[in-house]
């Protein structure tokens, strides 16, 4: 990456554009998204190890659009080992349905329904789908109806060893938006939407060695890092995500070198750093992967409380040139409001993008949904270093070490994410970034991301160079 004009201070995205170059490339999707950074992305896509926002439905859906999800540091490790297993076995190609008995309820299945954005279920007899209820099957219902009475029995469906294009054709000249796919011997195998089958020929999967999809796991640098890391791996997880808000310090040192005394066979990710010297020191200590960025999340009050921190674009920029005098790479981590900001962070030469609060006002993030008073729906979101997150993190603590901790707090406890109703799912979002990311890389005539990152051409702007560059959405 070069610069047009030449800083004189520290920048964040909204600091820089992206200017076109001669360009040879006929199409979008002749570029490539794949990281070279070991964790067998290819889309670089990253979501955060924030408990509001990375579970195993949202980790599922990523990985098989092609990105990783990162489950966070205070989930129980039983939990993990769960969550790890459940997401290996989900399918590559369709998604997973939320299913119920012909005996439940309405209100069991308002539970249920909005667990995926396609905003149906299935209901299964004997392991075999009898009928689908919709949201719409549930308005205006007693909640008490059990399920038989009230769902589609008009059902078709497609065989397990369907083709992307055929699904789509099929379901289109049936005039349906989704359909259950079942083995040869009816039992139900998955769910397939129109939009899921053009997006499998849009996306590929990241998948390990065994063909199963990829999840990535953190572990802090408190207590038995070495046993906590170990049993992360023989769970089977792909990335080993090492974090603290203050990654340049000796305890982050002394975690990176015990879990690289246990010869892990999957990339360690260490952070949050924003300095060449951090870089330079956690990649001594063991470290693959930096993770660069300290308040610049939506849910971080750092920067406000401490006056600590960095511009992310200049962070991210000064980090990877230093990574890369290794042969490592980094992660760049918060920040991101729009598809702009990802590009811009893999121009800087990050080679992922880690995201967090943009995706918890999705339906696959583990938070409960909430109806405001005007009937907007939202899920709750809140920062890792905030009172809540504290709280869940020290629950085995004794109430007086409890309480000391809660006294200080870096994060915002609470914040409304609200679903757009137009993109309520993650899937919605990644279409949106990654369409915005391959026509950055068109733009500067880059096939690659290592190729985007050489090509890219960045200039400084004012606030109104920003501003101009900003639609609108009715007339001035």
């Known amino acids: 990456m070069r610069f047009l004009n030449s800083p004189s201070h520290d920048l964040t995205y909204d600091d820089v554009f992206m200017v076109p170059n001669h360009s040879q490339i006929a199409s979008r999707m002749d570029v490539d998204l794949s990281s070279d950074d070991g964790t067998g992305t290819t889309i670089p896509i990253v979501v955060a190890n924030m408990t509001a926002i990375s579970g195993r439905r949202m980790a599922e859906t990523v990985a098989r659009r092609g990105g990783i999800a990162v489950i966070p540091q205070d989930i129980p490790l039983d939990v993990v080992r769960d969550v790890i297993a459940w997401v290996k076995q989900r399918h590559t190609f369709f998604d997973t349905p939320v299913t119920l008995a ?46 038989h009475l ?20 099929f379901l289109n000249t049936h005039r349906r938006k989704l359909a259950p796919v079942v083995d040869k011997g009816g039992k139900l195998v998955g769910i397939l939407t129109r939009t899921g089958a053009l997006r499998a020929t849009l996306y590929s999967p990241a998948l390990d060695g065994k063909g199963q999809l990829r999840i990535a796991c953190a572990v802090g640098i408190n207590g038995d890092v070495a046993a906590k890391a170990k049993a992360l791996l023989d769970a089977g997880a792909d990335v080993l995500v090492v974090d603290t808000a203050h990654g340049h310090q000796i305890k982050m040192i002394e975690a990176l070198q015990v879990i690289r005394a246990l010869d892990p066979k999957v990339p360690i990710v260490a952070g949050n750093i924003v300095t ?26 750092t920067r406000m409380q401490t006056g600590v921190g960095r511009p992310q674009f200049s962070a991210v920029l000064e980090c990877a040139a230093e990574a890369a005098k290794y042969g490592k790479h980094v992660w760049a981590d918060g920040g991101v409001r729009h598809p702009r900001d990802v590009a811009l962070a893999l121009a800087a030469g990050a080679s992922q993008v880690m995201i967090g609060s943009w995706f918890a006002g999705t339906l696959e993030s583990p938070s409960d949904l909430n109806r405001s008073a005007d009937g907007r729906l939202y899920k709750e979101s809140f920062g890792m270093a905030s009172a809540r997150a504290v709280a869940a993190r020290t629950a085995q603590e004794g109430a007086f070490d409890r309480a000391r901790k809660a006294l200080f707090e870096e994060g915002i406890s609470s914040s409304r994410m609200y679903i757009n109703p137009a993109r309520p799912g993650v899937e919605d979002l990644l279409d949106e970034i990654i369409a915005g990311v391959r026509s950055s890389c068109t733009y500067a005539g880059a096939t690659s991301l290592a190729d985007f990152h050489a090509k890219a051409v960045v200039g400084i702007q004012s606030a109104s160079g920003y501003a101009e560059g900003r639609p609108l959405h009715q007339s001035w």
């Open 150 to 169: 009230i769902m589609s029995k008009d059902l078709i469906t497609l065989p397990s060893d369907v083709e992307a294009r055929t699904a789509f054709d």
């Open 276 to 301: 060449a010297a951090g870089v330079k020191d956690l990649i001594e200590a063991g470290a693959d992967i930096i993770k660069v960025g300290v308040g610049p999340g939506a849910m971080c009050t």
């Open 102 to 147: 012909p005996t439940n309820t309405v209100a069991d299945a308002l539970d249920l329904i909005n667990k995926r954005a396609h905003g149906a279920l299935i209901v299964v007899e004997d392991g075999k789908p009898v009928g689908i209820v919709t949201e719409a099957d549930l308005e205006r219902v007693d909640r008490f109806t059990q399920l």
